[in-house]
């Protein structure tokens, strides 16, 4: 009988404490494609009363990923979320993490994440319900080798453009990229480029620097233009209006791929940042 009564104490205790803390997993799109960032963020909110000190151990939050389709996820290392800080009562904190580069999720599939907090001074952990998600493949537009060069007098390095359009959140199509080695094994970026239309077929050309031009339809009379480098970081994003003319890709007489027709547009999500007209200082009168 004590220790049936020992064993609900704990019980008790436990669900008192997590009745206190709680610990949340949320995610922006519940659906990736393989080698995809998923980023999640764990919401950690103190009803407790008093004062808690978190961050300060290398392991006070932890996570796990399983498939629902029992494969075994291989976890390559703890995923670091560094930072010591207090949280109130009554207050909430979120941390924020890529879990891509610490578990391989590269098989299709649905998965889930849990996460643990580790309250070592009340020698609990907290786990919070799992979150479901899905890793897919997209469907491939356009796809293209070539050439990163790696010294004057050694042979380039192979890789693999290629882009993909697939789901956003189950209603928006987004446009991604993909640079991996020729046979697709060795992935060097996946990345969303943006939404787009359904019946976009994007316009794609390497220029001779290695560099990736993609100019695809985002709405009915908007485009969208990306320049990616080799190693697929987005250099440079611009917005045109097809008006007068349809934009298009073009060669132009000193060998650089251009934009030719539409109208540019400036946006927020343009990249470099450009001012907005609200954001420019007033014009100053001249006497």
Known sequence: MK????????????????????VEVTMEQEQFLPNEAIQVAVKITNLSGQQLHLGA????LTFSVESADDFVVIKKSEVPVQGAF????????????????????????RYKIIATLHLKSWAKSLVSAPKAFDVINGAELWAQDFGVPTGADTAPEARKYKLVKANYLRSQIRLYLQVTDPTESRAFKVAALGP???????????????????????????????????DGTVLQREAYDSNPSRPRLVVNPTGEVVVSGGTRRAQASDYPAVKMPNDLPPLEKTK
């Open 57 to 60: 151990e290398a392991d006070w």
């Open 86 to 109: 207090d949280l109130e009562s009554s207050q909430m904190a979120i941390k924020r993490a890529d879990l891509q580069p610490y578990f391989v999720m590269s098989k299709n599939g």
């Open 3 to 22: 220790i049936l009564l020992v064993a609900a104490a704990a019980i008790l205790t436990c669900f008192r404490a997590s009745a206190q803390v709680t």
């Open 196 to 230: 787009m239309v359904s019946f976009s077929q994007p316009e794609a050309q390497v220029d001779r620097r290695s560099q990736l031009h993609v100019l695809w339809q985002a709405g009915a009379q908007a485009f969208t233009y990306c320049l990616v480098s080799p």
